[in-house]
């Protein structure tokens, strides 16, 4: 059975950092994309960056020269370095993949999601 699980998260003031990691378990074939979404109370869910096996990136324009995602293939883990925190990042921050369990089929996975708090 595959799943996603997350790490990282908690409260930091304005201005600080966190670490988001999530790592896929599970009988995989492959893993294809794999992103951060994010959501706030009262809010849609939105995608905060996504990266591919050939480590080309998206980002939101919130998370842009902020944000760094990265991944290892090999391992089937990817990160999300969030630098220069606000409180309007403040959210829910859900781990994402497309992953093959065989050659035969794609599914689309969560995280249990973690809580990202940015606050004095």
């Known amino acids: 059975q595959v799943q996603l699980v997350e790490s990282g998260g908690g409260l930091v003031q304005p201005g600080g950092s966190l670490r988001l990691s999530c790592a896929a378990t599970?009988?995989?074939?492959?893993?294809?994309?794999m992103g951060w979404y994010r959501q706030a109370p009262g809010k849609q869910r939105e995608l905060v960056a996504v990266?591919?096996?050939?480590?080309?990136?998206k980002y939101a324009e919130s998370a842009k020269d902020r944000f760094t995602i990265s991944r290892h293939n090999a391992e089937k883990w990817v990160a999300l370095q969030m630098n220069s925190l606000k409180p309007e990042d403040t959210a829910v921050y859900y781990c994402?993949?497309?992953?093959?369990?065989?050659?035969?089929?794609?599914?689309?996975?969560w995280g249990q999601g973690t809580q990202v708090t940015v606050s004095s």
């Open positions: 599970g009988s995989i074939f492959r893993v294809n994309a």
């Open positions: 994402n993949a497309r992953i093959r369990p065989t050659m035969w089929d794609e599914n689309e996975y």
């Open positions: 990266i591919n096996p050939n480590g080309s990136t």
